[in-house]
């Protein structure tokens, strides 16, 4: 009887976006798709949809493929509990996440902070091969922090670890979905870039396209295309969100001593937009112990998947760890 392939269903839960596929044991992706999240529903609307879009996916998936666990990355997603808490970007409050996936599906389901999800999915098959320290900073809706020391997750002791995205920068500065002001991640994100852009319409007075498009439609993608065309608005928004995540980033350097920084997420597709200026203001910050030696890359894998593929790794390893108990 010819055995059947492994797989693993990855789902990477964003504020803006979900992505999900199927990935075999090698790392290849056989079967993937994405839904929007609507953060602003709730989890009991949100699960049934998740749902619906899985279970189309797995029925185009291969006969020959059987599904043996499933991995999620999720905003404030705590790995000891299991459950997601109080995620600024989603308006859940607090789910018990593993609880309402494990019987829909019946197979072991392990729960990873999204960007925990995409350092390991940078360390396996990314940017990060071959490191043991390094930081992952995504940049979406909101900022995620994965944190690998010594090639192991810092989960830290209330499984929150590397909340940089909700350091606090400016005082008194701008209004977090947390409920704080003047978070790191309400400056650099895709919407904090938005908030930066229409702050500089009123203190700067060049013309700028931005000045006749709506702030609930404009997205971080369509001010990189503007700064490309060198409006100044756009330009100048993409070196003030530089210059204050290469300071933040600077001094994640001096907790960490990490091997390299890496980008990803939308923000990060605008390349050297805000590359060149997070770059440039890292090494200007950094300790001179430091300077030189700490590189600041970009993912190599296709946005959104770094974390599917990092929370597949995870769930195998679990369920090969768990076997391997049983037949001690």
Known sequence: MESKQQVVLGIDIGGTNTVFGYVTEDGKMVNESSMQTHGNDSADIFFPRLFVEIDKLRAALDSSSEVVGIGVGAPNANYYSGR??????????????????????????????????????????????????????????????????????????????????????????????????????????????????????????????????????????????LARQKD???????????????????????????????????LAEADELLFVPTIHSFEKNLLNVYKGKVRILKSSLQNGRAAVLGSCSFVKSTVNNNLNKLAK
């Open 232 to 266: 100044p608005i756009a330009v100048n928004a993409f070196n003030y969100t530089g210059e204050i995540l290469g300071r933040a980033l600077s001094n994640a350097v001096t907790y960490f001593d990490p091997q390299a920084i890496i980008l990803s997420g939308g």
């Open 84 to 225: 997601v808490e109080q995620p600024p970007n989603l308006k859940w409050g607090e789910v018990k996440f593993i609880d309402l996936l494990a019987p829909h599906f019946n197979v072991p389901v392990t729960l990873l902070n999204d960007a925990n999800a995409a350092a390991l999915g940078e360390q396996q098959f990314g940017s990060a091969r071959g490191m043991k320290n390094f930081i992952m900073i995504t940049l979406g809706t909101g900022l995620g922090t994965g944190i690998v020391v010594n090639g192991q997750i810092l989960y830290g002791e209330n499984g929150f670890a590397g909340e940089l995205g909700h350091l606090t920068i400016e005082k008194d500065g701008r209004l977090c979905n947390c409920g704080r002001q003047g978070c790191l991640e309400t400056y650099v994100s895709a919407t904090g870039i938005k908030r930066t852009a229409f702050n500089l319409l009123g203190t700067l007075n060049d013309e700028s396209k931005i000045r006749h498009l709506n702030y609930e439609e404009i997205t971080s993608k369509q001010i990189a295309e």
